[in-house]
């Protein structure tokens, strides 16, 4: 059993900060890449950011410049630094991460339950 918990979530201002930050806990073999998406009302969900094990990583357009995904291994937790928020990123950010819970188990995608982010004067 593998469980991402979400954190750090609220109601900001234009052009504020938020940090979000998600732990991975359980039967943990070893974590491959982690990573970052959102689904705004009435759309569909999207990928925000990436990183691998190695720390490649990946950004949305809408986001590169602003956001920076970042992760701490030795405590299974992936960050999202989020600056110069504006309106349209309001959303509910999942984390996720490819996990492999014993040495002969496969890899396969777990997800954490969201935090909501909302940007708003």
């Known amino acids: 059993q593998v469980q991402l918990v979400e954190s750090g979530g609220g109601l900001v201002q234009p052009g504020g900060s938020l940090r979000l930050s998600c732990v991975v806990s359980g039967s943990i073999f070893s974590i491959y890449a982690m990573g970052w998406h959102r689904q705004a009302p009435g759309k569909q969900r999207e990928l925000v950011a990436t990183m691998t094990s190695g720390g490649s990583t990946t950004y949305v357009d809408s986001v590169k410049g602003r956001f920076t995904i970042s992760r701490d291994n030795a405590k299974n937790t992936v960050y999202l630094q989020m600056n110069s928020l504006k309106p349209e990123d309001t959303a509910v950010y999942y984390c996720?991460?490819?996990?492999?819970?014993?040495?002969?188990?496969?890899?396969?995608?777990?997800w954490g339950q969201g935090t909501q982010v909302t940007v708003s004067s």
């Open positions: 996720n991460a490819d996990v492999r819970t014993s040495v002969s188990g496969r890899r396969r995608p777990y």
